[in-house]
């Protein structure tokens, strides 16, 4: 078996080398621009075959069909479909800015139509077109042998304009990607023309010259900020915004009227998504979305219904359809055959470069042939004074190779001058032809003394290159399209327009289900009788608005905001969606409290900001203001800090709400029944993120079980405590001595026993009269009574016991039964 070709070799560095050489390829001959003429190869491929053809734009129309085989044939030898499809993107004029390809016949739209088959559509260069190709034929570029060796095609073209930041550039390749913006002519060539007379400049100068991008569409750019730095760094982010305006039509309506869209967005697949918006009631006042674009330009028109808020609709539009996108720059060109991020500067500094070597190498070429032809001039001038020799010497010549030996040998011409000597036609000897030969001399002395100068001065070369450049503006630039506003407009979406204001009623169940329920629902049940499981029981329920949200907190420490319309609409009978649905929590995290959010923060005074008073069970206190318990980005999935709490072992036990224009103390109770009382004052205002201090002073195997708020206007305020033996106590409030200490002890509240002690297990505060609580059993039973009927007893009582246990088990817990109480809170 022959092994002499067989290699063994590393499958990684193989994948590695052959992955590499592509994108190499990918990078370098296929989708990134050259930084000199702005151009891809393909694109280069297919002017140049174009050109080769002498389809131009002073010649007849050619079948694209034509073009495109030439270009396949002779360059570029990939699939005819993408070679067409990157010649009808340079003939569309909402595309680029100044189109390289005049087509006639069908080349797409902005709707995303596709152009019609390369065998019914005729093309040819565009007028500036030409100007990328003018002065090739002056061997001004590089030139290489095609893919087959039998032609040679141009590694890049004179670009007699600077066709990169004209007409931008798109692109994904391996690694990279390029989003160039189109500039106006003008400004561009403004810009290089400033930096070609001016020693010193700054990017500063050029951004007064090059404020913005220029859109071939028009529309609004906002943030003039983002453009310097994308401009100084090749990266950035500018908002393009549509150019609307509202007209008032008869019947007290109103339509919005968009006649510019940002670049690049597909106007049938926006106007689909503003329909979408209207069928599915998102906002509600659209009547009718139309498209009346024509010829003349884009027209996209929102009717609204009567007396609807038009501007109020207008900015939602803004922030959910593309009439408003975000343009990001990544400037990324190939320059010296590698791939740069490149910035403003030094994307004209590269054309300056390119265009000084254009004009050298054009200069050099038109000095050799002028040169030459002042050789073969000089030498016909010359033959008129000595007429009658030459005749004589070429009479007596054998041939023409033995007539040009002659004259050589006898007259001392060059080889050059006899070829044209002896080709010379008899009637080119007339006075006249002789007086055009010695101005064509004069003519050829002053061009190549001028291309002389050129070559030996470069700030002539400079204002050469300047002079042109000017007559390229005067006759293809056009006045900007693009509107620039410094700064980025914020859209400020009013709840009212997107979402319809309801009342709803909104409940929040102890073990984490929320729902909200109309109020058809509500009315047309027993309001007791909520859908919850067994044991399950309301901690929140409020009659709130659909422009409203609630605050949930959970005994970890985090709470979410969410806004009451995208609380799940549930009937009153049925069980709401739990917290756990949308939201990743901790082991062990549940609801322990809700509230109704602050509306509008912002504009609150502080005197008429609530507090939320939160206590933790190892002995943590601290006050917040509700108004920072705000939403987030990652409302939907994420919680967020309400507390620090000092280990995860540590939780909250009680979040209460401190209302405005209340006088409020502070009753801390532990699970050893210690007690104590002090105004709430004592506790600070802090951040959701603070730790808090110290609530009360615990012993090391003692924890907070209840911390409790209570009105000084409350008419002798008391307090019910369960504990785990299933006695349950009422006593006043005032048994609790008041401290001026907070982080004091306090005072026992139950009779310590040698054996079997009563501990705390869950305690209420009773300021609303005798109200009914419910005790729950782990054998899943509940037992109701009513508050008052439980004798009040003083500070060292241990409480009466509960006489239903047989039924209930183990008691674990108590609640109020009162939600039109909650509803009142």
């Given at each position: 078996m022959v092994k002499e070709n067989i290699q063994e070799l590393n499958f990684a560095s193989v994948i590695g080398d052959r992955f590499g050489r592509y994108s190499k390829y990918i990078i370098q001959e296929r989708a990134l621009p050259d930084i000199r003429d702005g151009l891809k190869p393909v694109q280069r491929r297919i002017l140049y075959a174009m050109y080769m053809d002498r389809n131009t734009a002073s010649n007849p129309y050619r079948k694209s069909a034509k073009t495109v085989g030439n270009v396949i044939g002779n360059y570029h030898p990939h699939g005819d479909s993408s070679v067409y499809e990157a010649m009808v993107r340079m003939s569309q004029d909402w595309k680029l800015r100044e189109t390289l390809i005049d087509m006639h016949g069908n080349n797409g739209s902005m709707d995303g139509d596709p152009a019609a088959a390369m065998r019914y559509t005729e093309a040819r260069l565009s007028p500036i077109a030409d100007e990328l190709l003018r002065d090739i034929?002056?061997?001004?570029?590089?030139?290489?042998?095609?893919?087959?060796?039998?032609?040679?095609?141009?590694?890049?073209?004179?670009?007699?304009?600077?066709?990169?930041?004209?007409?931008?550039?798109?692109?994904?390749?391996?690694?990279?990607?390029?989003?160039?913006?189109?500039?106006?002519?003008?400004?561009?060539?403004?810009?290089?023309?400033?930096?070609?007379?001016?020693?010193?400049?700054?990017?500063?100068?050029?951004?007064?010259?090059?404020?913005?991008?220029?859109?071939?569409?028009?529309?609004?750019?906002?943030?003039?900020?983002?453009?310097?730095?994308?401009?100084?760094?090749?990266?950035?982010?500018?908002?393009?915004?549509?150019?609307?305006?509202?007209?008032?039509?008869?019947?007290?309506?109103?339509?919005?009227?968009?006649?510019?869209?940002?670049?690049?967005?597909n106007k049938a697949k926006l106007i689909q998504r503003l329909d979408d918006i209207r069928i599915q009631k998102k906002i509600e006042g659209i009547s009718e979305v139309r498209d009346e674009s024509d010829r003349n330009g884009v027209r996209v028109v929102i009717e609204l219904k009567r007396e609807v808020n038009a501007e109020g609709i207008l900015q939602y539009l803004l922030k959910n359809t593309e009439l408003q996108v975000n343009y990001h720059f990544n400037m990324v060109a190939i320059h010296n055959r590698r791939p740069e991020v490149v910035g403003l500067l030094q994307m004209l500094e590269a054309y300056i470069d390119h265009q000084k070597e254009v004009i050298t190498k054009r200069t050099k070429h038109m000095l050799t042939t002028d040169k030459k032809r002042l050789h073969i001039v000089e030498g016909l001038i010359r033959v008129v004074s000595i007429l009658d020799e030459v005749i004589a010497v070429i009479r007596n010549s054998d041939n023409k190779a033995d007539a040009k030996r002659n004259l050589e040998r006898e007259f001392d011409f060059?080889?050059?001058?006899?070829?044209?000597?002896?080709?010379?036609?008899?009637?080119?000897?007339?006075?006249?032809?002789?007086?055009?030969?010695?101005?064509?001399?004069?003519?050829?002395?002053?061009?190549?003394?001028?291309?002389?100068?050129?070559?030996?001065?470069?700030?002539?070369?400079?204002?050469?290159?300047?002079?042109?450049?000017?007559?390229?503006?005067?006759?293809?630039?056009?006045?900007?399209?693009?509107?620039?506003?410094?700064?980025?407009?914020?859209?400020?979406?009013?709840?009212?327009?997107?979402?319809?204001?309801?009342?709803?009623?909104?409940?929040?169940?102890?073990?984490?289900?929320?729902?909200?329920?109309?109020?058809r629902s509500f009315s047309a049940s027993d309001t007791t009788d909520l859908g919850s499981r067994d044991l399950d029981y309301p901690i929140f329920v409020k009659e709130m608005s659909t422009h409203d949200a609630i605050v949930l907190i959970t005994n970890k420490g985090n709470y979410i905001h969410l806004p009451v319309h995208e609380l799940p609409d549930i009937r009153w009978k049925d069980m709401g969606m739990h917290i756990s649905t949308n939201y990743h929590l901790e082991d062990g995290e549940q609801l322990i409290a809700a509230f109704k959010s602050v509306m509008e923060p912002d504009k609150?005074?502080?005197?008429?900001?609530?507090?939320?008073?939160?206590?933790?069970?190892?002995?943590?206190?601290?006050?917040?203001?509700?108004?920072?318990?705000?939403?987030?980005?990652?409302?939907?999935?994420?919680?967020?800090?309400?507390?620090?709490?000092?280990?995860?072992?540590?939780?909250?036990?009680?979040?209460?709400?401190?209302?405005?224009?209340?006088?409020?103390?502070?009753?801390?109770?532990?699970?050893?029944?210690?007690?104590?009382?002090?105004?709430?004052?004592?506790?600070?205002?802090?951040?959701?993120?603070?730790?808090?201090?110290?609530?009360?002073?615990?012993?090391?195997?003692d924890q907070v079980v209840a911390s409790l708020l209570i009105d000084k206007a409350v008419e002798r305020p008391q307090l019910l405590a369960l504990t785990q033996r299933a006695n349950i106590k009422r006593f006043d409030v005032e048994i609790i001595s008041q401290v001026n200490n907070r982080s004091s002890r306090g005072h026992l509240l139950l009779k310590e026993l040698k054996t079997n002690p009563h501990r705390f297990i869950q305690v209420l505060a009773l300021q609303k009269g005798n109200i009914p609580v419910v005790i729950l059993g782990d054998t899943g039973k509940t037992l109701e009574i009513k508050a008052m009927d439980i004798a009040i007893t003083d500070r060292l009582s241990n409480g009466s016991a509960i006489q239903e246990l047989e039924t209930l088990g183990k008691v674990v817990g108590m609640y109020p039964a009162r939600l039109k109480m909650l509803d009142e809170e």
């Open positions: 034929q002056h061997e001004t570029v590089e030139h290489l042998l095609n893919f087959d060796d039998t032609l040679e095609e141009p590694t890049v073209l004179p670009a007699r304009f600077p066709n990169l930041l004209v007409n931008g550039a798109t692109g994904i390749s391996a690694g990279y990607a390029t989003e160039i913006p189109p500039h106006n002519l003008g400004e561009v060539i403004d810009a290089v023309v400033y930096m070609l007379t001016h020693k010193r400049y700054r990017l500063d100068d050029i951004i007064k010259l090059i404020p913005a991008p220029d859109f071939p569409t028009g529309a609004i750019i906002q943030g003039a900020d983002q453009i310097r730095k994308a401009y100084e760094t090749g990266q950035g982010k500018i908002v393009v915004r549509s150019l609307t305006e509202i007209e008032d039509l008869k019947g007290n309506k109103q339509q919005i009227v968009v006649t510019e869209l940002p670049f690049d967005v060059s080889e050059v001058q006899s070829e044209s000597i002896v080709n010379l036609q008899l009637y080119r000897l007339t006075n006249t032809d002789i007086e055009a030969l010695q101005n064509e001399k004069l003519e050829l002395n002053e061009r190549i003394m001028m291309y002389q100068n050129i070559l030996n001065n470069e700030d002539i070369l400079k204002k050469v290159l300047a002079n042109e450049l000017k007559d390229i503006k005067k006759r293809f630039a056009s006045p900007r399209r693009t509107i620039v506003q410094a700064k980025v407009e914020e859209i400020v979406v009013e709840t009212s327009i997107v979402i319809p204001e309801e009342q709803v009623y909104v409940s929040v169940t102890n073990e984490g289900y929320i729902k909200r329920t109309s109020v609150l005074k502080p005197e008429a900001n609530p507090t939320l008073v939160l206590t933790s069970r190892n002995g943590k206190i601290k006050q917040t203001t509700l108004s920072q318990f705000t939403t987030y980005r990652s409302y939907k999935t994420k919680t967020m800090m309400a507390m620090k709490l000092q280990d995860k072992a540590d939780e909250l036990v009680s979040v209460n709400l401190a209302k405005v224009d209340h006088d409020y103390q502070v009753v801390v109770i532990t699970k050893k029944s210690y007690g104590v009382r002090y105004e709430l004052s004592e506790v600070a205002i802090s951040g959701t993120k603070a730790q808090g201090v110290v609530a009360i002073n615990l012993k090391d195997d």
